[in-house]
């Protein structure tokens, strides 16, 4: 008796074992999903910004952005996660306790040698101009509100961006490739999607491109995204707040006050270290303290 032949719309659409869809359409769905919960919130979110009169370029309005980011992006990977791809969110590389704590709070600290990095380079080169600290300026209630809040929009941009390409996109992609295509792909949707910041172009994309790549790494290694979110975070804070260079073209509080002046093409000029080839360097150095914690005998006895 000859084999059923299989329904090509259920080949185009579901794997061919099971009931679960294809990735691409995964991927497409999430994505509504995403514009769909932003589109809504923002109105709800937005609408007291707008009656109060608060700039929309300021801190809490940007603050008002990524909580609706936030939301939406975790929403619509939690619904996408349960109902499409049929697993827990843990499985993307969210398991709780000690060690994912320990995990964001080494992520955080690794970041700031590697601004320290950049910063020694191009003050030791004079590419850069010391101009001050905030504190001399800036009165103390002013000093710490503005930290909070910039502490916590980016809180809110590590986790959201993280679980976006690191786990959504990268995991998504990688389930219907392999592993390679899954770093190389969600790199690249990581880097267009900072195509609109201020002062972007073609170089500052490919250092996005790369910085995917970096953040990739720690998921690769450890299976756990929590590491990349401590990265993240700590790579925008200390980048911005602490050592005073412009975040993928935004500009923040800063901490420490100077003046890039050095060649464009090293420093990255108006968007910050990732659209300049001073970002090699410190990306080198971070994914060798990366592969050394992940592979450390004290982070893998923590249970």
């Known amino acids: 008796m000859a084999n059923k032949s299989p329904n090509p719309i259920r080949v185009i659409f579901f794997v061919s074992s099971g009931d679960r869809l294809r990735a691409g359409w995964r ?5 509504i999903l995403i514009l769909v919960f932003s589109v809504v919130l923002g109105i709800i979110i937005f609408i007291p910004v707008g009656l109060l009169n608060i700039n929309f370029d300021s801190p809490i309005a940007l603050l008002a952005n990524e909580i609706t980011l936030g939301i939406s992006i ?12 049929k697993q827990s969110m843990e499985s993307l590389g969210l398991i709780p306790g000690i060690q994912s704590v320990i995990d964001i709070l080494v992520g ?8 320290s990095l950049v910063y020694g380079i191009e003050f030791s080169l004079g590419w850069t101009k010391f101009e001050g600290f905030a504190w001399s300026s800036v009165p103390l209630p002013t000093l710490a509100s503005d930290l909070g809040i910039w502490l916590l929009i980016f809180l809110l941009v590590g986790w959201q961006e993280e679980l976006l390409s690191r786990g959504y996109h990268l995991q998504t992609i990688t389930s219907g490739s392999n592993l390679t295509i899954g770093v190389l ?38 299976r756990q995204l929590w590491l990349s979110i401590g990265l993240h975070i700590g790579w925008n804070f200390f980048e911005g707040v602490v050592f005073g260079f412009p975040v993928s073209g935004l500009e923040t509080f800063q901490l420490l006050r100077h003046k ?13 270290p990732e659209a300049g080839l001073i970002i090699i360097p410190a990306l ?12 450390s005998k004290i982070r893998n006895q923590i249970k």
């Open 27 to 31: 991927l497409i769905l999430h994505t």
């Open 108 to 115: 955080f600290s690794i970041t700031f040698f590697l601004m």
């Open 260 to 272: 890039v002046t050095g060649p464009e093409i090293w420093t990255g000029g108006a968007f910050g």
């Open 185 to 222: 792909f969600s790199s690249a949707v990581f880097g267009i999607l900072h195509i609109f910041n201020p002062g972007a172009s073609w170089i500052s994309t490919l250092g996005i491109v790369l910085a995917g790549f970096f953040l990739a790494l720690p998921y690769i290694l450890t």
């Open 284 to 295: 080198a150095l971070g994914s060798l303290l990366i592969f050394a914690y992940s592979k």
């Open 74 to 85: 975790t929403a619509a990977t939690f619904l996408s996660r349960r109902f499409l791809d």
